[in-house]
């Protein structure tokens, strides 16, 4: 669910696989997906931590609706769309865009609390439990259903490609107006509970 709405890594994906070809935003995706793995057990384990400690959700809910808000700011108002010409691209090895793929993905830490928010939310509805197999099969769930989101988008943006939509310019303002939503949903939320 972390790479579902448009952001750093499904956004790259799709370009690379639109610039370059599909092979190669499959191996980034595979690269991104390696870390996501890596992200997943660390954000699993920190929700079971803060199932213990529910003391602390309360300020790491004030701290996402500051970055939240923060970063609809910038892609709504800051982020500039800048054309550049189309100029041929020199395809080495494949293997360049898996480890950037991991390198985008480990610089992306968004989805750590996000996941660990989506763990204590399984959890409590009795649906994830934090032993061993249920954190193995939550991080090979969100990993696996990371690759699949990115996957969609490359294919996705390639039915799109020659539609005003798929603009640089279109994707900021809908990742502004995204992250401004949850900023607004994370206001109310606090609110609600003083």
Do not use: W
């Not at 969609?152 to 939509?165: G, T």
């Amino acid at each position: 669910m972390a790479t579902l709405p448009p952001g750093l890594l499904n956004m790259t994906a799709a370009k690379i696989s639109l610039k370059e070809n599909l092979t190669r935003g499959i191996m980034f995706s595979l690269g991104a997906c390696l870390i996501i793995i890596f992200q997943a057990l660390i954000a699993t384990v920190f929700a079971r931590y803060l199932s213990n400690h529910p003391d602390v959700i309360e300020i790491l809910r004030i701290v996402a609706l500051i970055i939240f808000a923060i970063i609809s700011v910038y892609f709504l108002f800051i982020a500039k769309s800048t054309e550049k010409e189309k100029k041929d691209v020199d395809v080495r090895s494949k293997t360049s865009r898996f480890f950037h793929g991991m390198f985008l993905s480990s610089i992306n830490v968004f989805p750590i609390p996000f996941q660990a928010y989506v763990a204590i939310s399984l959890a409590s509805f009795g649906v994830l439990e934090f032993h061993n197999i249920g954190i193995a099969s939550y991080v090979l769930g969100a990993s696996s259903g990371a690759f699949v989101a990115l996957y969609i988008y490359m294919i996705f943006f390639d039915k799109i490609k020659d539609r005003k939509i798929a603009s640089q310019k279109s994707m900021n303002y809908l990742i502004g107006i995204i992250t401004g939503l949850v900023a607004i949903v994370t206001l109310f939320n606090i609110l609600k509970d003083l």
